[in-house]
C-alpha cells in the first residue's frame, strides 16, 4: 500500500519517511576518489620495496667486490712477503758463514771447524723457526710416505723393513713433507749354506 493517498487526500506518512531517507552507497564499492588511493597505494609500496632491494643488491655487491680485491691483494702480500720470516731467520747463517770466510785465511782448523759447527746451529735454528722439521728415521721401520730406500742390504741385527742407515736426511715442514730421507734399508738375512 505504499505511495496509495488514502480517503483524506493526503499521501501516506510511512511511504514519505522512506522516501526522504538518503540512500547509502553500497559497501562493496569505493567512493570514485578512494578507489583510485587505494589502487595506487599497492603499486607504490611495491616500487618502494624494489627500490629499497635494489639499493641493498648494489651496496652487497661493492661489497663483495672489495671482499675480492682484498682477498687478491692478501693473496699477493702473502706471495711477495711469505718468505720474510724464512730470510730474516737465515740472515744470521749467512752472516756467519761470511765471518767464517773472513777468518779462515788466519784461524786455526779446529777454530774453522768450530765455526762450522755454530753455523750449522744457527741454520738449524732458522730451519725451526719457520716450522721444518729433519725426518732422520735411523732404526725406525721403513715408511715409504716419509722415505726413499737407496738399496735393501741384508741384515741379521734387525727386523727386515727396518731402517739401517740415513744416506740424506728428509725434511718436512709442518705435516707437509719437503723431500724424503734418502735411506738403506734391512732385508732379511741370507741363509747360510753349507758347503
Known sequence: MTGEVPESGTPNRAAEAEAERPQAPAAAEPAPEQGTANAEDPLATWQRQADEYREQMLRLAAELDNVRKRAVRDVENARRYGLERLAQALLPVRDSLEAGLAAGATTDAEALLEGKRATLRLLDSALEQVGITEVDPEGEP??????????????????????????????????????????????????????
Open 142 to 195: 721403513f715408511d715409504p710416505e716419509h722415505h726413499e730406500a737407496m738399496t735393501i742390504q741384508p741384515s741379521a741385527q734387525v727386523e727386515p723393513n727396518t731402517v739401517l742407515a740415513v744416506i740424506q736426511k728428509g725434511y718436512a715442514i709442518h705435516d707437509r713433507l719437503l723431500r724424503p730421507a734418502r735411506v738403506i734399508v734391512a732385508g732379511a738375512p741370507e741363509p747360510k749354506t753349507m758347503d
